[in-house]
Structure formats: C-alpha cells, structure tokens
C-alpha cells in the first residue's frame, strides 16, 4: 500500500524567513513524488513533480529515497506564497495519486 | 476557456436526493478521476476511469457511483444523498507520466 504523510498541519512564518514543508511516504517500489499548491478558493496546481527536477517561483524538492521523503522547500517565503500545499505519490506505471493530508503555509509581513 | 470544467459549483441538497456532478476536459486526456476533499483529510480517491470502458472503484467508493460517457465526460452520481458526503468535489484529468488537471471543484452541501 502506498501511503504520503505529511506531519504538520499548519506551518507559519514571517516572510524573508526560509520554508521546508515535510512529506514522508511509503512505497514498495519507485515512486513518482509532486507537489501541489491550493491558493484561498482555487484549484488544486501542480507546483513541481521530482523527476523534472525543476525549481518553480522558488521552491525546490528533492527525493530522498533512504529516508523516503520529499520536502519542499523556499530560501525566503513570500506572503503570495500563502496556500494549502499537498504532497502526493504516484506508483509504477503511472497509477493513481495519492494524496497527503496537507500542510497550511501562512506568511506574515 | 477552463481545461477541465465541473458543474455545478456549488449545490445544496437535502439527504435521501440522487445528484450528479458533472465534469467535461478539453485536455484530450483518458484518465479522468473524482476525488473529495474534507478539512484535515486531504484529497481522498472515490473513483477513476483510463479509458472510456475502464471504471476503478477509489479508496471510498461507497454511496457513489459515475459513468464514463465518453472521452471527455466523467459524472459522479451520489445515489441517495447523505450529510456526511458534504465536501468539496474535485474532478481531475492526466495523461500517462504527467501530473493531473484539476477543475475547480464543486462544493456539495446535504442538508
């Protein structure tokens, strides 16, 4: 079975300060990790997957097999940045996403 | 013009009522999926489809079902509407090795 944990619920910093949303999984096999970002009333966005390994307005993400994690991270936070942020797995061949709980970033001026 | 378009928005309905969320995607994807989302519970599958003839139960399939119509539409039915299927319905597409388009939800309340 795979499984994405995502320890906290809510994480708040002041802006300038620097970012590192958790994520935790568990899987077999080789898994396909992303991020996705959720702004107030919007849609769930893709933000960036590891195996692109991109950086997107800031963020970056690394895949840490031995430890099975995937956090997310930003140098220095931006109050835009303020969103509901989800991890989630996909397994071989492409199969379905799962998703973590999610994690609450708040950026305060 | 939205990618993948779900109606209604918003809904209210009272408990034993049949209801259908409808969703339709111009991104010419096969895999279609309808997930749920509840505050501290995430993004929870209820079911996904590959291709037209292809219909997968999710983690919580129970009280739902959905239909395939064709490529591009993929409804979700809530046979007899309870209140603890109040959530806000996500309705996603994808291609094989990308990641997933979401529409922009429809909040159902059962009242």
């Known amino acids: 079975a795979q499984r994405v944990t995502q320890p906290e619920k809510l994480l708040s910093v002041f802006k300038g300060a620097p970012v590192e949303l958790k994520c935790n999984y568990s899987?077999?096999?080789?898994?396909?990790l992303f991020w996705y970002v959720q702004y107030s009333r919007q849609r769930l966005q893709l933000l960036l997957r590891?195996?692109s390994r991109e950086s997107i307005k800031g963020f970056t993400a690394d895949l840490n097999k031995g430890e099975t994690s995937f956090h997310l991270k930003k140098p220095f936070a931006q109050e835009e940045d303020s969103a509901m942020y989800y991890c989630?797995?996909?397994?071989?061949?492409?199969?379905?996403?799962?998703f973590g709980k999610g994690t609450m970033l708040l950026v305060s001026p | 013009d939205a990618d993948v378009t779900q109606t209604p928005r918003n809904r209210i309905t009272k408990t034993g009522k049949r209801i259908m969320l409808e969703c339709s995607q111009t991104k010419g994807h096969d895999r279609m999926y309808w997930y749920r989302q509840d505050p501290g519970l995430g993004l929870r599958l209820i079911y996904y489809?590959?291709?037209?003839?292809?219909?997968n139960k999710g983690e919580i399939s129970d009280g739902y079902s959905v239909s395939r119509q064709a490529q591009a539409k993929f409804s979700l039915s809530l046979e007899s509407a309870i209140p603890n299927q109040t959530a806000l319905y996500f309705c996603?597409?994808?291609?094989?090795?990308?990641?997933?388009?979401f529409g922009s939800g429809t909040r159902l309340t059962v009242v």
């Open positions: 996603a597409t994808s291609d094989l090795g990308n990641g997933y388009t």
């Open positions: 590891h195996i």
């Open positions: 989630a797995l996909s397994g071989q061949g492409y199969s379905t996403l799962t």
């Open positions: 489809s590959f291709d037209v003839k292809d219909i």
């Open positions: 899987y077999s096999g080789s898994p396909e």
